[in-house]
């Protein structure tokens, strides 16, 4: 199953979009995530890795493309398929550049595209059971073949012999870029509460005003 998603542009590392959702249910989530960022910092210096890559951290896998300078990343148990992993990613890809476009490059604040979660979840929906009809004729879909992608271990990625506990070092940085996540993602919900209940509000408050000008009259 898909367990995290992230975005971010590579020549800086910043964090573009994430999934909202991701790592309620996940043991360890926050020691993940951070393994994500340190992978984003690694590359936003030049490290030399691969347009696409398999990185085995735990019982997960990170999967993520390259393309156009922006990393599309996703966390999947080790037996999720790496093909659905990857057409995945594709699906995220084409719409975050058809929507956002030309603002990608330009974005100056931490998950400035935090919206684009909406979409997240609609799509991971769609690739959380293999068994489906329709990622099971994209397993069979010889047109998007993943067997040449290079599979490494987090460690190896991050620095020869660095082990999990220096990378939980960065947590003090993250722990700020982590509160200020929250209070978007907690004012993007109430803006969607907003929005589904505000025409409920006008509704009962015409009707009540009707009534106590009915009451009047009488």
Not at 131 to 158: F, G, P, S, W
Not at 181 to 191: C, F, M, P, S, V
């Amino acid at each position: 199953m898909v367990k995290m998603t992230m975005i971010a542009r590579v020549t800086d590392g910043l964090p573009l979009a994430e999934g909202l959702d991701d790592g309620r249910d996940l043991k360890d989530a926050e020691m993940y995530k951070q393994q994500v960022k340190a992978l984003f910092k690694n590359l936003s210096r030049g490290q030399n890795e691969a347009s696409k890559m398999s990185i085995e951290t735990g019982p997960y896998v990170f999967q993520y493309p390259i393309s156009g300078a922006r990393l599309y990343l996703t966390m999947c148990d080790r037996a999720y398929p790496k093909k659905l992993a990857f057409q995945y990613l594709e699906d995220l890809k084409n719409e975050f550049e058809r929507v956002n476009g030309n603002q990608i490059e330009t974005a100056a604040r931490l998950y400035a595209f935090i919206k684009f979660d909406t979409f997240i979840q609609k799509t991971k929906k769609l690739y959380q059971d293999t068994r489906t009809q329709r990622n099971i004729a994209k397993l069979n879909d010889e047109l998007y073949e993943v067997h040449q992608i290079m599979t490494r271990n987090v460690q190896d990625v991050l620095g020869v012999g660095e082990k999990l506990d220096q990378v939980s070092q960065m947590s003090s940085r993250l722990t700020s870029e982590s509160r200020i996540y929250a209070e978007k993602a907690k004012d993007l919900n109430r803006q969607a509460l907003i929005r589904k209940w505000a025409p409920v509000a006008i509704v009962l408050g015409v009707v009540f005003l009707l009534f106590w000008v009915k009451t009047k009259i009488w």
